[in-house]
């Protein structure tokens, strides 16, 4: 099984900034992207960013500019660098992981989760 862990939330003020990281561990195969994604009690989850194999980046509209996803993929870590953070960031924030692995058949995709970390924005 796969298992996602994540750190570095925590209460920060406007204006300022935080790193989250997010570690995969256990029975990986292949990796086909890793993001972040965000949810605030009683609204649906949104997508923050992704990354994907080959490297590419998406990002809400809403964090462009001001937050950066990376990766290191010798540690099968995805960190999420934000800067200039607004009170409405302010949300449990989630790591997701695409994988695609083979049993020996077929290939299945599937997609993990972590248990969130929450990130507290103060005006």
């Known amino acids: 099984q796969v298992h996602l862990e994540e750190s570095g939330g925590g209460l920060v003020q406007a204006g300022g900034s935080l790193r989250i990281s997010c570690a995969a561990s256990?029975?990986?195969?292949?990796?086909?992207?890793m993001g972040w994604y965000r949810q605030n009690p009683g609204k649906q989850r949104e997508l923050v960013a992704t990354?994907?194999?080959?490297?590419?980046?998406s990002y809400a509209d809403s964090v462009k500019g001001r937050f950066t996803i990376s990766r290191d993929i010798t540690i099968n870590t995805v960190y999420l660098q934000m800067n200039s953070l607004k009170p409405e960031d302010t949300a449990a924030y989630y790591c997701?992981?695409?994988?695609?692995?083979?049993?020996?058949?077929?290939?299945?995709?599937?997609?993990?989760w972590g248990q969130g970390t929450q990130v507290t924005v103060s005006s």
């Open positions: 990354i994907t194999s080959s490297g590419g980046r």
């Open positions: 997701q992981m695409e994988e695609t692995s083979y049993n020996g058949k077929d290939y299945i995709s599937q997609t993990y």
């Open positions: 256990g029975r990986i195969y292949s990796i086909d992207a």
